[in-house]
Nanobody, 118 residues
Framework: QVQLVESGGGLVQPGGSLRLSCAAS????????MGWYRQAPGKQRELVAV???????GYADSVKGRFTISRDNAKNTVYLQMNSLKPEDTAVYYC????????????WGQGTQVTVSS
């Protein structure tokens, strides 16, 4: 089993910044792709950013140029630097991780609330 714990969420003013962290623990030897998703009230969970073990990245169009995903493989941790935050970024942000062995298993964190409001 793999456990993911997010941190760094909170209340921030429009235009501000936050840095989210997600630390993976447990059976992490086959940790592959990690990513961030978010879900606002009444909306579907959507992809925000992903990163592979080889540091290839991808972003949702809505956050390109504002958010940066990165990872520290030695620490089994993925980060999401969020700049120029907008009220529409308000959501619960979830970390996920893909474990690839003889099968692919995806794990999710509990989520961390990000609120962008003046």
């Amino acid at each position: 089993q793999v456990q993911l714990v997010e941190s760094g969420g909170g209340l921030v003013q429009p235009g501000g910044s936050l840095r989210l962290s997600c630390a993976a623990s447990g059976s992490t030897s086959n940790l592959n792709t990690m990513g961030w998703y978010r879900q606002a009230p009444g909306k579907q969970r959507e992809l925000v950013a992903v990163t592979t073990r080889g540091d290839s990245t991808g972003y949702a169009d809505s956050v390109k140029g504002r958010f940066t995903i990165s990872r520290d493989n030695a620490k089994n941790t993925v980060y999401l630097q969020m700049n120029s935050l907008k009220p529409e970024d308000t959501a619960v942000y979830y970390c996920n991780a893909e474990i690839q062995t003889w099968r692919i298993t995806v794990y999710w964190g509990q989520g961390t609330q990000v609120t962008v409001s003046s």
